[in-house]
């Protein structure tokens, strides 16, 4: 394994053209497309987009005012791309076939920063650092997202001894929390020091998957039996409360010591559409299992402003959960039925939260909606030219 700690030089040119249009909130379909033109220079926004939110289709992204859904650029980009927040008040990480690029959502435009690596992979945002893992080579790296505005900002590098599908958690204390695994098994996590030296490990935690933070700096990482907690230098086992019950999607907050994930329980299923959610209480060690009445995919998780857990369920309502009582306390109608695709990379409705709004995409009538959680009030509508994918946007993190 290595360690190294060095500055990345900006990796080729921004090859995708930027639209800017004007699209109504309510989707009327009037449009005013300006000619397009080529990428922009790092720090030479074209543009200034309110509080963005970002959405993939097939062969580019959709930059969107996140008050009004008015569609402020479409940016052509090839392939099968996924979206990060970066951790600052700007930018979104796009995750392509080479590596991440870095997406200037407020100046709606691609900039020429990349992090090259095979397969990438997990993006974690924590302690006012960004953590990278590329599946393909096993290289994490982390960086202040705050440098982002000046270009390609300083990182740190550290490689797994094998690559595999994994993660990666820089915790305040520089300890990093990384899975361990290679390409035919992923069997749990260690965790290193400042120095890069090992301080625990724990290798009971078949098919390691996805992470999330709670109160007091408290690591989750999914498992199929179950979840391992890593606080204050102890790793800690959850077992599921079946024998088959795997966690491989979770969402937590700084607010909270329980962390919502998902819950499948056929080993063998083709593809399982799952009706219960889990809240694990990194406290106390209880794993409850919540029946939705409803399935939902792997973006359909988020927490809302007040610790709550949200779930948006093929019924098209978001469910919201009280973690504490452990009980679906309100629903909020968003959009009509659905089924999830066998495929992962096939668009379906995707929730994506900032502060007090939800963000719901309905693929099947290439919509987006806007809806204030306090009242399940929808705010904003747009109606898009393409099918929506994948959902985010800018998310600060503090330093």
């Known amino acids: 394994m290595t360690l190294s700690l060095r500055s990345r030089r900006a990796a080729g040119l921004s090859t ?91 100046g709606a435009t691609l900039t020429d920063v990349e992090f090259p690596g095979a397969e990438p992979g997990h993006v974690v945002r924590h302690a006012g650092r960004t953590v990278l893992f590329s599946d393909g080579t096993g290289e994490v790296l982390s960086f202040d997202p705050h440098q982002l505005g000046a270009g390609t900002p300083e990182t740190a590098s550290y490689t797994t001894s094998e690559p595999h599908h994994g993660v990666a958690v820089e915790l305040e204390n ?109 406290e106390t060690g209880a794993l409850r299992l919540v029946d939705l009445g409803a399935s939902y995919t792997f973006r359909s998780l988020a927490r809302g402003p007040a610790g709550e857990a949200l779930v948006l369920g093929t019924d098209g309502a978001i469910h919201v959960l009280d973690p504490v009582r452990g009980e679906v306390v309100r629903t909020i109608p968003v959009i009509g039925e659905w089924e999830e695709p066998l495929e992962w990379q096939e668009p379906r409705p995707a929730l994506f939260v900032r502060g007090g709004t939800a963000f719901v995409s309905d693929p099947g009538e290439r919509r987006l909606h806007s809806v204030d959680l306090g009242t399940g009030e929808k705010t904003a509508t747009a109606t898009l030219e393409q099918v929506p994918n994948e959902v985010s946007g800018v998310v600060a993190q503090n330093h």
Request: proline share 2%.
């Open 16 to 106: 995708a053209a930027a639209a800017v249009f004007a699209l109504g909130a309510c989707g009327s379909g009037e449009q005013e497309q300006a000619a397009r033109e080529g990428g922009a220079e790092q720090g030479q926004s074209r543009a200034t987009v309110t509080e963005p939110v970002v959405a993939t289709y097939d062969g580019g992204i959709y930059v969107l005012d996140g008050s009004t859904l008015d569609v402020r650029a479409d940016l052509a980009l090839d392939g099968f791309n996924r979206l990060n927040p970066a951790g600052d008040d700007r930018h979104v990480l796009v995750s392509t076939s080479d590596g991440f690029r870095v997406l200037d959502a407020t």
């Open 174 to 282: 520089g300890e990093l929390l990384v899975t361990l695994g290679n390409e035919e098994e992923r069997t749990g996590i260690m965790v290193l020091d400042a120095g890069r030296n090992e301080i625990v490990r724990n290798e009971q935690c078949p098919g390691v998957h996805g992470e999330a933070t709670a109160r007091g700096e408290t690591v989750v990482i999914g498992c199929e039996d179950g979840v391992l907690v890593y606080r204050d230098g102890v790793i800690t086992k959850i077992d599921s409360p079946t024998e088959y019950g795997r966690i491989g999607n979770q969402s937590g907050t700084d607010s909270s010591s329980i962390v919502l994930g998902d819950y499948k329980q056929d080993k063998d299923a083709e593809l399982e559409r799952p009706t219960q959610v889990s809240l694990i209480d990194t």
